[in-house]
């Protein structure tokens, strides 16, 4: 078999000068300079050329003439024939080249278009239909703006026209599309000029991408945010207002704007006198402009739940559950007495008063239909408690007043609240003449207490001097209500002026304890501007603060900065340790970044692992970059979750107002496009916006589309880069690094694509692709070759989560034949440092099977010597940043000697990545490096050529 191999070495050798005399007769291009070269000299010297051939042929000059005209005739027509052919050829390229681009644009998923000056469509891809649901032929020739949303129409044409008027080069927004399935579509555009050679436009193109499902999410996400804020606007009105009419129907008009409903009403319950059945009655509505209020509709008062077939609702309502959906869906008998009123869906909760069904509060919505949200309904829970609680209160209130009017003392003293009377004498000095109720006794304070003393002192005693000027505006006139603090309670008080004559005699006055309506208050007013994982202030605050700083900005002249942070593979702490370790991330994190930022900077938690820190005031741009690196070292140091050091870096996007937008969302757009810059660049960085980073997200986007279909369409391969020991020069072994060839792209780097692939999932499939036949081509060398050394596959983290990861390898074993002592997997520092249980079982599996595992790029992650230890690895690589600076950096030199001393004294084996000089190898031989890898012994080779220039040799060996 070997002298087999040696034969087809041989042949191929030969076969390269047979291949180069094929170019050559493929190329007669020296021929053609040749005869050119003949034709001048004829030309220059015709005559003596002509005697000297009849000298050496006796003919006569005019046969001589005519075998000189075919000549020159043969060499002219090679010539055309040659430039004839060229032409072909070039055309051939430029039609397939065309063809391999018409193929890449019809598979990508965003729209390509082009328009001409007057908006007509001139060229849509396939992917205009998904998007929009109309054929590419019935829309071509048409303008563009007929498909445009109409109330966008005037936005987009206008902007249509800056880039037409050559106002702008490039212009890119969001903007609404009809769809031919559903009412709209939400699509982002690019376009840019179309401009010949000449300088003439001819037209537009660029892209559509649907972000419609993005667009969904933030509008859900702002449309609980609204409701949040509807809701603590109606509790701060229903603790603030002691008119529960003028209140409720405040509040039933917050909570239908902040719905958008365009209808909402409260029901109250009361028994019939007669039937003794639960009746409901509409008590009070607000409606929509345009919606027929039902206020006075007789059909919907002392109405009967049994009669009217709503006992489902009763029970529903009263059990504390809602009800919600439809119409349409709902009960023949219901629907019956809600289509009548155009109701298309609605939402009912109930509202209880201490513990007793009440009656409950209602949204409808009549001219479109809508799907409430669980999260949305929790908070109209919320809502109907707090409108709950105020008709308590007032309740409560109504009747105190009631009781003070009759001066019943015996009777106020049992009552849990507060009730007192207040008269001012000659020398207008106020005084208690009644304090009783069960509130007193709480307090301290009793009539016979308080009797007769002057008010102030009383107030001072209690720490409450500064509510006394309420009890003189009263006895001005003015009906007064304030809250007040006592110890760790709060108190509401109404104070109510008696007048006689024209004269005020005396105040009446009650105080509740509303310190469980605040704490209410409060945490809905919480719930609606902060985040309850980290406290930090969230979406809502921010989109609230931003505005006034904004403004100020603008008035002041100054920049401010918006930095956009989020934290790299979160997603694999997540998926490894559980939610309950992100979530603890997440609260550190918080803690952390609350330690680098000022007080007059706003940090912000937006959701998930993404952060926003606001700095209203910025001089220079050298600022911002310094307190970027702050936050990038603040991250530096491990965390501590759920028992398990966690080694995280955060990637950071930064915009400047007013250069990168002027109003909000652009300017959260634009960082966070400059952030996942950052994470294109290796994260762990900050970058500022700038105007090419959208152009490059897209070509991000096309790279992304291509690689899903790279596998099916065979444009991934393998190269084998050798690895030699570094004392005897034999081969030892060979690391399969994946390619990617684009028949329009070209040769794409694998820094580029390999961050996609993990971050899309599609690395799986690579990685599977890549192990199986790297597996297969050594085996294939072992059987062959008579060869046996080690193939090192790169495993990224991604992969080594996968719970299936160990049968993957042993399938790949068992398919290919390959001994799993000739495989090595090679691991980056980064995924063994998150220490799961499941790295160390996956690690432990592989090991006992036979396969070695190696830790790559040592040095470049957060190195630790336990780690090392506890994981028993085989091999440690160093990475070749280390080893291009020797010759140049003392200190790289002796951190690299300490690398492999430290790998020695574990029984590792330590390869040198990257090795380029003689200068480099001498010194790695010198501090006893045992392999090395590098463009000095071999560039990544094809498999083929791998194996003809190290395999087919008896010593299979490399001068080093």
């Known amino acids: 078999m070997k002298q087999e191999i040696r034969s087809k070495a041989t042949i191929y050798s030969g076969n390269i000068y047979l291949k180069f005399f094929k170019n050559i007769l493929k190329n007669p291009s020296f021929i053609v300079y040749l005869l050119i070269i003949t034709l001048i000299i004829s030309n220059l010297k015709g005559f003596h050329i002509q005697r000297f051939i009849m000298q050496l042929i006796p003919v006569s000059p005019q046969l001589l003439d005519v075998v000189l005209e075919i000549v020159f005739g043969i060499a002219l027509l090679s010539i055309s024939l040659y430039l004839a052919r060229k032409y072909l050829i070039v055309h051939e390229k430029k039609v397939k080249t065309e063809e391999q681009f018409e193929s890449v644009v019809k598979s990508i998923k965003e729209v390509v278009f082009q328009r001409d000056i007057n908006g007509l469509w001139t060229f849509l891809n396939p992917a205009w239909t998904e998007v929009t649901g109309f054929d590419v032929e019935e829309s071509l020739g048409k303008n563009f703006i007929e498909f445009v949303h109409p109330e966008d129409r005037d936005r987009n044409l206008k902007l249509f026209k800056q880039l037409i008027e050559r106002k702008k080069d490039y212009c890119r927004h969001e903007i609404r599309y009809i769809s031919k399935n559903s009412e709209y579509c939400w699509v982002e555009v690019f376009a840019q000029l179309i401009v010949s050679e000449d300088g003439d436009i001819s037209g537009t193109s660029g892209t559509l991408m649907d972000i419609t499902q993005r667009k969904e999410m933030e509008q859900a996400i702002n449309d609980r945010e609204k409701i949040l804020l509807g809701v603590a606007d109606a509790t701060a009105i229903l603790l603030k207002n002691v008119e529960i009419d003028k209140a409720l129907h405040s509040v039933l008009e917050v909570l239908g704007k902040a719905t958008e409903a365009e209808r909402s009403y409260i029901f109250q319950n009361h028994v019939d006198e007669l039937t003794q059945k639960c009746m409901v009655s509409q008590k009070y509505e607000w409606c929509n402009i345009g919606i027929i209020p039902q206020i006075n509709n007789e059909d919907l008062q002392r109405v009967s739940y049994e009669d009217m077939g709503l006992m489902r609702w009763y029970h529903t309502l009263s ?429 794409i780097s694998p820094s580029v694509f390999i961050p996609i692939a993990e971050e899309t999932g599609i690395i799986h499939d690579i990685g599977k692709w890549v192990l199986y036949n790297a597996c297969k081509q050594t085996y294939y060398w072992y059987n062959n070759v008579d060869t046996d050394f080690q193939i090192s596959v790169n495993i990224s983290a991604i992969q080594f989560q996968r719970d299936d990861l160990v049968d993957i390898v042993k399938k790949v074993l068992s398919d290919t034949g390959l001994k799993p002592t000739m495989l090595e997997l090679e691991v980056t520092e980064n995924t063994i440092m998150q220490k799961t249980e499941k790295t160390l079982n996956n690690i432990k599996e592989l090991k006992e099977i036979g396969v070695k595992i190696s830790i790559d790029d040592f040095g470049t992650g957060f190195s630790s010597l336990s780690y090392m230890k506890e994981f028993h690895f085989d091999n440690l690589k160093i990475d070749k940043s280390f080893i291009q600076d020797i010759g140049v950096s003392y200190s790289n030199e002796s951190i690299i000697s300490a690398i492999i001393s430290m790998a020695h004294s574990m029984g590792m084996t330590v390869v040198a990545e990257g090795v380029e000089t003689e200068y480099q190898l001498d010194f790695l031989i010198t501090r006893n490096c045992d392999e090395v890898q590098g463009y000095l012994f071999s560039t990544p080779l094809t498999a083929e050529e791998f194996m003809f220039n190290y395999l087919c040799n008896d010593k299979i060996y490399k001068e080093a």
């Open 319 to 747: 059990a504390g559950r809602e009800i919600s959906g439809l119409v349409k869906n709902f009960p023949d008998g219901e629907r019956a007495m809600l289509e009548p009123q155009y109701i298309k869906t609605l939402v009912v909760v109930p509202i209880f008063v201490d513990n007793f069904f009440w009656g409950f509060i209602g949204f409808d919505c009549c001219t479109k239909e809508r799907i409430w949200t669980n999260s949305e309904i929790a908070l109209l829970f919320a809502a109907a408690a707090s409108i709950g609680g105020a008709i308590k209160r007032i309740s409560d209130e109504q009747q105190i007043q009631s009781l003070l009017k009759s001066d019943l003392k015996q009777t106020v003293q049992n009552l849990q609240n507060l009730v007192f009377k207040c008269k001012k004498n000659s020398e207008n000095k106020i005084y208690f003449t009644l304090f009783e109720g069960k509130l007193a006794e709480k307090i301290g304070l009793s009539t016979d207490i308080v009797y007769g003393e002057d008010i102030c002192n009383i107030l001072e005693q209690k720490n409450q001097s500064e509510v006394i000027d309420n009890f003189f505006n009263a006895f001005e006139g003015t009906v007064c209500n304030f809250e007040m603090q006592l110890d760790e309670c709060i108190y509401y008080t109404s104070l109510s002026p008696l007048v006689n004559k024209g004269v005020v005699k005396e105040i009446v006055g009650s105080t509740i304890e509303i310190t469980e309506l605040k704490m209410a208050q409060e945490q809905i007013h919480y719930m609606a501007y902060y985040d309850t994982l980290t406290g930090l202030p969230n979406r809502a605050f921010f989109k609230k603060q931003l505005g006034y700083l904004l403004s100020q900005a603008n008035r002041n002249n100054t920049i401010m900065a918006i930095m956009y942070l989020d934290l790299d593979r979160f997603k694999l702490v997540n998926d490894t340790l559980g939610h309950i370790a992100g979530d603890e991330l997440l609260k550190a994190t918080a803690i952390r970044l609350k330690k680098v930022v000022k007080d007059n900077d706003i940090l912000i938690r937006m959701g998930g692992d993404e952060f926003i820190i606001v700095f209203p005031q910025v001089r220079l741009r050298g600022e911002i970059s310094k307190l970027a690196q702050s936050i990038i070292d603040a991250f530096k140091s491990p965390f501590n979750v759920s028992g398990h050091e966690i080694y995280i870096s955060t990637s950071i996007g930064i915009s400047l107002y007013p250069y990168d937008g002027t109003d909000i969302d652009l300017l959260i757009k634009n960082a966070d496009t400059a952030m996942y810059r950052s994470k294109e660049n290796g994260s762990n960085s900050y970058q500022f916006y700038t105007e090419d980073m959208h152009k490059r997200a897209l070509e991000r986007l096309e790279i992304e589309n291509c690689l899903r279909k790279a596998l099916e369409k065979c444009e991934l391969s393998i190269v084998y880069q050798p690895r030699f020991n570094i004392r005897t020069g034999y081969i030892v072994g060979a690391e399969a690094l994946v390619r990617w060839n684009h028949p329009v792209l070209g040769s």
